[in-house]
């Protein structure tokens, strides 16, 4: 499949996927768009000193580059477990000229299924698996979902993946997506998440943000 790489408003890099005609971040900035729905919307709402994160959607690694940047900001310990069917080659990857360059290096030469300290708080587990065949062996505190659109990618928006997220995750726990569909919305809450409604990224007014009582 041909991967173009483009550069978004606020100067960082995503990709494109012309035979989907998808996106991997927002045109609007890639970095502006993770931080706003993964960062700000999801880890900074967890009050933990130690805290679990199951990625679906490991893609470019920037949500993992911005993670373990908070991370190490905050002095929290993460476990950070991400998945991806189809991992990009190195020759894209050595291409996203990300601002930490030697960390997002890191990331990408750690190996595949193995869990790995990537710095003294952050420890990555990358898989290479696809969303319906993972078996959710952990228990998280925060999900990022980022898979392609519904519209997309349907197979991986489906009542019976969010009921398996749902059983996976730790009482108080946060999911966040930047999808706004109401149908996402009511499969979340039929899960059993409490869903809102929050403002989203640039250029996307709404995302959506699902809490599990504590």
């Known amino acids: 499949m041909k991967i173009e790489i483009q550069t978004t408003a606020d100067g960082s890099p995503t990709l494109f996927l012309p035979e989907m005609d998808e996106h991997y971040h927002s045109v609007n900035g890639a970095i502006r768009e993770s931080k706003h729905v993964y960062i700000e919307a999801g880890f900074k709402q967890c009050r933990k000193s130690e805290i679990h994160v199951l990625e679906m959607g490991f893609g470019t690694g920037l949500n993992v580059l911005l993670t373990a940047l908070e991370a190490e900001n905050q002095k929290i310990k993460v476990f950070y477990t991400g998945l991806e069917k189809f991992p990009l080659p190195a020759e894209i990857t050595d291409r996203l000229n990300y601002s930490e360059t030697s960390l997002f290096q890191a990331i990408h030469q750690a190996e595949w299924g193995k869990s790995e300290p990537v710095t003294p708080y952050f420890h990555l ?62 499969m979340m809450q039929q899960a059993g998440f409490t869903v809102e409604r929050i403002p989203g990224p640039l250029g996307k007014r709404e995302m959506l943000r699902g809490r599990i009582k504590n």
């Open 125 to 186: 587990k990358k898989i290479q698996t696809g969303f319906n065949d993972f078996n959710f062996p952990g228990k998280y505190d925060i999900v990022y979902y980022d898979a392609f659109a519904p519209d997309k990618q349907p197979g991986v928006w489906s009542s019976e993946l969010f009921d398996k997220i749902f059983s996976a995750m730790n009482p108080g726990g946060i999911i966040t997506t930047y999808c706004a569909k109401g149908s996402i919305r009511r």
